[in-house]
């Protein structure tokens, strides 16, 4: 979609005009993500971020942190321990590993 809107000059004095465009889709998405409407994978997607890591660090930049919650905390403790399981019954495995989750 493409927005056509009337900006002061003055304001203008502040931004690139080169990357105007691409600071505008940068504060609408933190603001999305901020206020919840997006999710991590969205802004990586719509600033066309490679990794988490990436959206990571983009949101590090701009003083955000990562959503996480409860649920993200159980998933990942959930993964972790089929993580530890099949690493237990691996036949491959050589060595000493203890798991507590």
């Avoid at 002061?8 to 690139?16: D, F, T």
Wanted: with cysteine.
């Amino acid at each position: 979609m493409q927005i056509t809107i009337n900006l002061p000059e003055e304001l203008m004095k502040y931004y690139s005009r080169e990357r105007f465009g691409q600071e505008v889709l940068e504060a609408l998405v933190i603001e999305a993500y901020r206020t919840e409407k997006i999710t991590t994978a969205e802004v990586g997607h719509i600033l066309g971020l490679p990794s988490l890591w990436a959206v990571d660090e983009f949101l590090k930049q701009h003083k955000i942190d990562l959503h996480y919650d409860e649920n993200d905390l159980e998933n990942d403790r959930q993964t972790l321990q089929k993580l530890c399981i099949n690493l237990n019954n691996s036949e491959t495995y050589e060595g000493e590993l203890s798991c507590t989750i």
